[in-house]
């Protein structure tokens, strides 16, 4: 693959436990066990990988000692050897994550335990590979220079097609993007292996990665932006799909305002509230109590509703995860709203899902961009 964003997109390469250089699956396991839980002891870790406890000793001791992970203070209080409490090291291996989007653009170095220790942002009009490869020769060195080490990797969440609904969000065109070499004009600046992906499925990994522990292991997960998007979790991982494209909700066919069959990005999207309030929303005030924002909540919960029904008849999805470009409140509210909706359609044969909020909110697509470059040289994907 060249880089280049083609008809379909962009191509999406594996990652995991096969890639060229990286740590062994065991080593991989313990890291992403820490990722998802916390600070644990050996015994812990071994029971939940069921790896034996001198394999988890062995472990970690290789890990200490390449600085990937670190010791805290000794449990005490039960019988017994105390426990010593081990957690990813912050500071031991670093990403940079690209977010590509309808409105703007970010670069953010991430660390190990999934914090963003330093960012750059762009703003635009319209997404413009032009703008785009001038920011990233802008900000790339400023932000190495910012960090002691190499990146162990970068990544790049950019929507497919991204020129396509060019009526409702203005974007440059085909031609223009097809002609960008993105991922090897990054990979030249920043001096690691690059990644493309979907921007919704990189935000669903964020959400994985770096939110809540679930209950619910098949998920679908919805993600609010200029555009509506999402991914697809089954077994507690993200599914991309063989073209990357996988749980790209926003093309689901919903009742639109006047009765009339529509996909779900037409009535669900953030830009309609735009076209409501005449204005970009970055001087919104968010108010539940504006009856726009009230329209708004009313057709996109609607809509959403009716396309998590749908999805829930093909795959038997456990739960539905709710995030977006919004304030917690309206989250919140969009949310609950869901939930109400789907409680009153007719779901005779199906199981009702769960409905809950995400938890990343606005920076899921950028820190799920670094998710991705840790998943091909540390964590299993």
């Given at each position: 693959m060249?880089?280049?964003?083609?008809p379909q997109g962009v191509e999406a390469e594996a990652s995991g436990a096969n890639?060229?250089?990286?740590a062994d699956h065991n080593a991989r396991l313990v890291l992403t066990t820490l990722r998802g839980a916390g600070a644990l002891p050996g015994a812990e870790i071994a029971r939940r990988t069921r790896l034996t406890a001198q394999a988890v000793s062995i472990i970690l001791r290789r890990l200490e000692a390449e600085g990937l992970v670190e010791r805290g203070a000794a449990l005490r209080g039960r019988a017994g050897k105390p426990r010593i409490p081990v957690s990813l090291a912050p500071g031991g291996a670093w990403a940079m994550g690209l977010k590509v989007g309808?409105?703007?653009a970010a670069l953010a170095n991430v660390d190990l335990t999934g914090r963003i220790v330093a960012r750059r942002d762009i703003g635009w009009s319209a997404p413009s590979p032009q703008e785009l490869a001038a920011f990233l020769d802008a900000s790339v060195p400023a932000l190495l220079s910012e960090m002691p080490v190499p990146p162990c990797g970068a990544a790049v969440a950019m929507p497919y097609q991204l020129w396509a609904w060019h009526g409702s969000v203005p974007a440059h065109p085909r031609a223009a993007w097809e002609a960008l070499d993105l991922r090897n004009h990054f990979a030249g600046l920043v001096g690691a292996p690059v990644d493309l992906r979907n921007d919704m499925t990189c935000a669903a990994r964020a959400e994985v990665a770096w939110g809540p522990e679930r209950a619910e292991k098949d998920w679908a997960y919805l993600h609010v932006g200029a555009l509506v998007g999402g991914g697809i979790v089954l077994d507690g991982r993200v599914r991309d799909g063989r073209r990357g494209n996988a749980g790209a909700f926003g093309p689901l066919h919903v009742r639109g305002r006047?009765?009339?069959?529509?996909?779900?990005?037409?009535?669900?999207?953030?830009?309609h509230l735009e076209d409501s309030i005449g204005r970009n929303l970055s001087t919104f005030d968010?108010?539940?109590?504006d009856a726009r924002l009230a329209v708004w909540l009313e057709r996109a919960s609607d809509g959403i509703a009716r396309a998590i029904a749908d999805a829930c008849a093909v795959l038997d999805f456990e739960g539905v995860v709710v995030d977006g470009l919004f304030p917690p409140p309206v989250r919140a509210a969009l949310t609950g709203m869901i939930r109400a909706r789907l409680a009153e359609r007719d779901m005779r044969g199906?199981?009702?899902p769960t409905v809950s909020e995400g938890e990343i909110g606005r920076d899921a697509r950028v820190l799920g961009a670094a998710t991705v470059a840790?998943?091909?040289?540390?964590?299993?994907?």
């Amino acid at each position: 693959m060249d880089g280049r964003v083609g008809p379909q997109g962009v191509e999406a390469e594996a990652s995991g436990a096969n890639q060229a250089g990286a740590a062994d699956h065991n080593a991989r396991l313990v890291l992403t066990t820490l990722r998802g839980a916390g600070a644990l002891p050996g015994a812990e870790i071994a029971r939940r990988t069921r790896l034996t406890a001198q394999a988890v000793s062995i472990i970690l001791r290789r890990l200490e000692a390449e600085g990937l992970v670190e010791r805290g203070a000794a449990l005490r209080g039960r019988a017994g050897k105390p426990r010593i409490p081990v957690s990813l090291a912050p500071g031991g291996a670093w990403a940079m994550g690209l977010k590509v989007g309808r409105r703007s653009a970010a670069l953010a170095n991430v660390d190990l335990t999934g914090r963003i220790v330093a960012r750059r942002d762009i703003g635009w009009s319209a997404p413009s590979p032009q703008e785009l490869a001038a920011f990233l020769d802008a900000s790339v060195p400023a932000l190495l220079s910012e960090m002691p080490v190499p990146p162990c990797g970068a990544a790049v969440a950019m929507p497919y097609q991204l020129w396509a609904w060019h009526g409702s969000v203005p974007a440059h065109p085909r031609a223009a993007w097809e002609a960008l070499d993105l991922r090897n004009h990054f990979a030249g600046l920043v001096g690691a292996p690059v990644d493309l992906r979907n921007d919704m499925t990189c935000a669903a990994r964020a959400e994985v990665a770096w939110g809540p522990e679930r209950a619910e292991k098949d998920w679908a997960y919805l993600h609010v932006g200029a555009l509506v998007g999402g991914g697809i979790v089954l077994d507690g991982r993200v599914r991309d799909g063989r073209r990357g494209n996988a749980g790209a909700f926003g093309p689901l066919h919903v009742r639109g305002r006047d009765g009339a069959i529509v996909q779900l990005l037409e009535v669900a999207s953030l830009w309609h509230l735009e076209d409501s309030i005449g204005r970009n929303l970055s001087t919104f005030d968010w108010s539940l109590e504006d009856a726009r924002l009230a329209v708004w909540l009313e057709r996109a919960s609607d809509g959403i509703a009716r396309a998590i029904a749908d999805a829930c008849a093909v795959l038997d999805f456990e739960g539905v995860v709710v995030d977006g470009l919004f304030p917690p409140p309206v989250r919140a509210a969009l949310t609950g709203m869901i939930r109400a909706r789907l409680a009153e359609r007719d779901m005779r044969g199906l199981y009702l899902p769960t409905v809950s909020e995400g938890e990343i909110g606005r920076d899921a697509r950028v820190l799920g961009a670094a998710t991705v470059a840790f998943e091909r040289a540390l964590f299993l994907a």
